[in-house]
């Protein structure tokens, strides 16, 4: 059986997001003080459901089926025939729709439904049929429970918290770029503890890039395809120099930061150069709770953050981001402070400048704390890969030695590029949709 080995020790450490209960775990193997990266059992378990009964509840224009395990789903027709799986109203080559909104009857009626061959069939009353599989009904079904796990399974939205007792999982290089096990293992443990180191890269440029072709492709940014992390004469960014980088998410100046960084060392300093992690969910989870006041600014104040220069070419980059980002039902999404390029520029009124400053300051205390921060040093031909929508990272300062000195690769991906190739990989490991 294949070795991607992580060390993982504390998994007393983490928490939750919310109380869900199909939280995936990892499998401990019996081997001392290691544990397979194993995959995450998908929450949503398909299985064939079988109909028992299919009707038309014309009042309602829903469609109900009821499930041979007792339970029930609602279909409403207008929904039913604008999903019509028929060659005519779908484009099979590639699953997209192809009946047209304005041929849609939104009102429809039903004229008939029956059960063919563990089908549903149902006549419209224009005589267009249409077939539907138990399985693809099942999976969604309008409860709020199966569209949740559904909504898992598609996105992956469950972290696990850490802290600084976080043993940070550990892949193989090669093995992640030739083996679809390994390689779904890396990504779902990427997206629910957010960083995962690789080991075994050679000690050369170039290695970012090979890593991202395994996903797809890497996010061109103003810093180039890839970039280089090293101490440079007249630096465009605090990061090319040898000075101490303050835990920061990468490139708040865009309204769309890099979602996953991966950097690579070639060549590490002889003295100082560590790197610093901090989970910036479990962070902002925690303002929240001992701070409210001070999560409440920073979830809803925009600061603005700006970038100038000339690299890839010349650029004068300039945003608006929250600090704390979240979705219409609180759940924090995405962290954007890097301290290096915060504006000037403060566009808030002039009572909200100091409560802003002391907000920022809870919560750049809670990251601070020795308690949350995970600390490693990296060794030429270790890669680290991790959420730069929810870590913040940092470095110590370093000595640097001019040419021949500490040098990083990195690169910049997008989730939705990462995800695309997780959910893939998935169904050519395990089968399922
Ligand atoms: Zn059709």
Redesign the pocket.
């Known amino acids: 059986m294949l070795s991607y080995l992580t060390r993982w020790v504390s998994r007393g450490a983490f928490q939750a997001l919310k109380g869900t209960s199909s939280r995936p775990q990892l499998v401990k193997t019996p081997h001392l003080g290691n544990q397979t990266l194993a995959a995450a059992p998908l929450p949503f378990t398909g299985g064939s459901p079988g109909v028992r009964q299919a009707r038309a509840l014309d009042q309602e224009r829903l469609l109900q089926i009821d499930w041979d395990d007792g339970s029930c789903s609602l279909y409403p027709f207008t929904w039913l025939r604008d999903n019509?799986?028929?060659?005519?109203?779908?484009l099979q080559s590639a699953q997209a729709r192809s009946?047209l909104f304005t041929n849609l009857d939104v009102h429809t009626g039903m004229d008939q439904v029956q059960l063919m061959d563990n089908k549903v069939s149902i006549t419209w009353p224009d005589q267009?049929?249409?077939e539907f599989d138990p399985d693809w009904l099942k999976k969604r079904c309008f409860s709020s429970e199966a569209r949740q796990a559904l909504q898992e399974e598609l996105f992956l939205n469950e972290r696990e918290y850490w802290d600084s007792s976080l043993q940070i999982p550990t892949a193989d290089f090669e093995e992640v770029l030739h083996d679809d096990k390994a390689a779904l293992a890396w990504l779902e443990a990427l997206r629910r503890i957010g960083i995962v180191y690789l080991r075994g890269a050679p000690a050369e440029q170039g290695q970012v890039a090979r890593l991202s072709q395994r996903i797809g492709y890497l996010r061109l940014t103003f810093y180039g395809h890839t970039w280089q992390v090293q101490d440079k004469p007249m630096a465009n960014n605090v990061a090319y120099t040898s000075g101490e980088l303050s835990l920061h998410t990468d490139y708040p100046a865009l309204h769309h930061p890099p979602g996953v960084q991966f950097l690579h060392c070639v060549c590490q300093a002889d003295q100082g150069g560590e790197s610093e992690v901090v989970d910036g969910f479990h962070m902002a989870e925690q303002l929240r709770r001992e701070d409210p006041e001070a999560f409440n600014i920073l979830s809803s104040l925009r600061v603005d953050f700006t970038d100038s220069g000339a690299d890839y070419c010349d650029f004068s980059v300039q945003s608006k981001n929250h600090i704390i980002d979240v979705d219409s039902e609180g759940r924090v999404t995405r962290i954007n402070y890097n301290n290096a390029t915060r504006d000037s520029v403060l566009d808030v009124p002039l009572h909200q400048v100091q409560p802003f400053y002391s907000s920022l300051t809870a919560f750049v205390e809670l990251l601070s704390r020795p308690e949350n921060m995970c600390t490693y040093r990296m060794e030429p031909g270790d890669m680290v890969t991790f959420d730069n929508w929810r870590l913040l990272h940092g470095r110590k300062s370093y000595l640097s030695r001019g040419q021949n000195s500490r040098h990083l690769e990195g690169a910049y991906l997008d989730w939705d590029e990462v995800m695309s190739r997780l959910r893939i990989l998935r169904k050519a490991v395990r089968g399922d949709s």
């Open positions: 019509c799986q028929c060659p005519h109203c779908t009946l267009h049929s249409s």
